[in-house]
């Protein structure tokens, strides 16, 4: 007689690096959804929010999905796939949010009503906001460059494009 497999026969490896890499691009695609479908009026700026895209679990949970998929032994046999959908959400959480930080970047600054120590508190206060941010963009960069590591390792490729001037 043979024992079950651990977790009652349920694949658990490729059940959670689907539900991360699905937990990631919801958040990307709900930020996104909320520049178009602002939850009340806004100014165009503040619209965009760069937070939705360099939050904890969309920097995490696609390299986690990876390292579930293509780490722990045996490789899954979805790991490449599994690396491809990680790729393409940090691809678009970095695009979405430079760019929200450049829509943004002006902005910053725009509540500088004091005069003397408090207008001085507030460019403080914008200058640590545009490093946070920048820092975030960078994790999330460094995160996108180790799963494009993880996937090469288990012999993914990216598409080569060539490009000829006539």
Same mark, same amino acid.
């Given at each position: ?54 939050? $904890?679990?969309? /920097? !995490?949970?696609?390299? @986690? #999905?990876? &390292?579930?998929?293509?780490? *722990?032994?045996?490789?899954? =046999? ?55 941010? $920048?820092?975030? /963009? !960078?994790?999330?960069? @460094? #995160?996108? &460059?180790?799963?494009?590591? *993880?996937?090469?390792?288990? =012999? ?11």
């Amino acid at each position: 007689m043979t024992t079950p497999p651990p977790g009652g026969g349920i694949a658990l490896r490729p059940l959670t690096a689907w539900a991360l890499l699905a937990l990631a691009a919801t958040l990307i695609l709900f930020g996104f959804l909320d520049w178009i479908f602002p939850v009340g009026p806004r100014d165009f700026p503040d619209r965009f929010g760069v937070g939705a895209f360099t939050e $904890l679990a969309v /920097l !995490a949970a696609p390299l @986690l #999905a990876m &390292l579930v998929a293509a780490k *722990l032994r045996p490789v899954l =046999g979805q790991a490449r796939l599994i690396g491809q959908v990680a790729l393409i959400e940090y691809a678009v959480a970095v695009l979405l949010g430079t760019l929200a930080f450049l829509i943004t970047l002006a902005g910053r600054f725009n509540n500088l009503h004091e005069d003397g120590f408090y207008a001085f508190g507030g460019v403080l206060q914008a200058l640590g906001d545009i490093i946070e941010v $920048l820092l975030r /963009l !960078a994790l999330l960069a @460094l #995160a996108g &460059l180790w799963t494009y590591r *993880l996937y090469t390792g288990i =012999g993914g490729t990216l598409p080569r494009i060539n490009i000829q001037a006539e």
